[in-house]
């Protein structure tokens, strides 16, 4: 991650942004051989619109049935297969459905160990006043609060005043308090944050949350990643006991994500818990994409 960060970031750029891209682009690099050692199938970079994430759970889903229907893991079993998944966070492993043909939907993966960084941080945030949030670990952090304490709602409030009053957020909790990662400083960096309609104890309904990372990109998923450290949060606060299954809403696209706490472990000085969460992801299509050495703007541009 940090070798392609400082001599291939022209490729990232060329594909994520404008005009291969768009402001939303998401992308996984998939690398095979020494990379993928320890016993993975295969390992994956992650890319988008500013950088480089370290975990991203909804395309895990989509590199799980990726890699079982274009042969990329040997003899896969039916029902089900699993793919193990080397992240920049760790080792991740999906289960795909698997016929013996082509792969299927949901698919669920195994996270990372997954923990509260911090919980009921008093942040100033300029512009909206002093607000609570929790920091939870799920494979990258974020910051979780309820939008009604920025005066909105995450289900109906406007798409541009969430992102604007998540990415305050997010600029504050990165100035207010320092993140500390168990195995690698390379990864503790507060990658955004998650508006919430406030639901965090376990409820057969479902809970909408928004997430918006990087350079104020919005998910347009509940966020792999974003459920798996929400379970941690609702886990380690009591809200939730292990095995209970919760339903993840994205306020963007109003598809739905399940998340529950497998089993407690350790993680540094963190208690933690290893999460289940289970999706769908579709193919869309495939593409070439070309680069002209003498296209000036061949390594793409970005309008804000």
Same mark, same amino acid.
């Given at each position: ?13 060329? &594909?994520?942004?404008?005009?291969? =891209?768009?402001?939303? +682009?998401? /992308?996984?690099? %998939?690398?095979?051989? !020494?990379?993928? #050692? ?6 994956? &970079?992650?890319?988008?619109?500013? =950088?480089?994430?370290? +975990?991203? /759970?909804?395309? %895990?889903?989509?590199? !799980?049935?990726? #890699? ?237």
């Amino acid at each position: 991650r940090r070798e392609v960060a400082a001599t291939h970031d022209h490729v990232r750029r060329a &594909l994520m942004h404008e005009p291969r =891209g768009h402001a939303g +682009m998401y /992308g996984a690099v %998939v690398v095979r051989g !020494g990379a993928a #050692a320890d016993g993975a199938h295969l390992a994956v &970079l992650f890319l988008h619109g500013a =950088g480089y994430s370290a +975990m991203c /759970g909804h395309a %895990v889903m989509a590199l !799980g049935r990726f #890699a079982l229907d274009y042969g990329l893991v040997p003899a896969p079993t039916r029902p089900e297969t699993a793919v193990r998944l080397r992240c920049p966070c760790g080792l991740v492993t999906a289960f795909v459905p698997w016929d013996g043909h082509r792969s299927g939907n949901p698919v669920r993966f195994h996270s990372v160990p997954a923990f509260a960084a911090a919980t009921d941080l008093a942040i100033d945030v300029p512009g909206y006043g002093k607000v609570v949030v929790d920091i939870g670990y799920g494979g990258t952090f974020y910051a979780f609060l309820n939008a009604e304490q920025l005066g909105l709602d995450v289900c109906t409030s406007k798409t541009r005043d969430l992102v604007s009053a998540a990415s305050a957020v997010t600029e504050a909790v990165k100035k207010q308090f320092k993140l500390h990662h168990p195995e690698s400083e390379d990864l503790a960096f507060l990658y955004g944050t998650i508006l919430t309609d406030g639901k965090d104890a376990f409820s057969e309904e479902p809970t909408t949350n928004i997430c918006v990372f990087a350079d104020e990109q919005v998910d347009r998923s509940p966020t792999g990643s974003g459920v798996t450290a929400r379970i941690a949060l609702q886990y380690h606060k009591g809200l939730i006991q292990l095995d209970q299954t919760r339903t993840f809403r994205s306020s963007t696209t109003g598809s739905l994500f399940t998340g529950k706490a497998m089993k407690a472990t350790k993680f540094g000085n963190y208690n933690a818990v290893i999460v289940e969460v289970s999706g769908e992801a579709f193919y869309t299509g495939t593409a070439t994409f070309t680069v002209e050495e003498e296209d000036p703007l061949k390594h793409g541009f970005f309008f804000k």
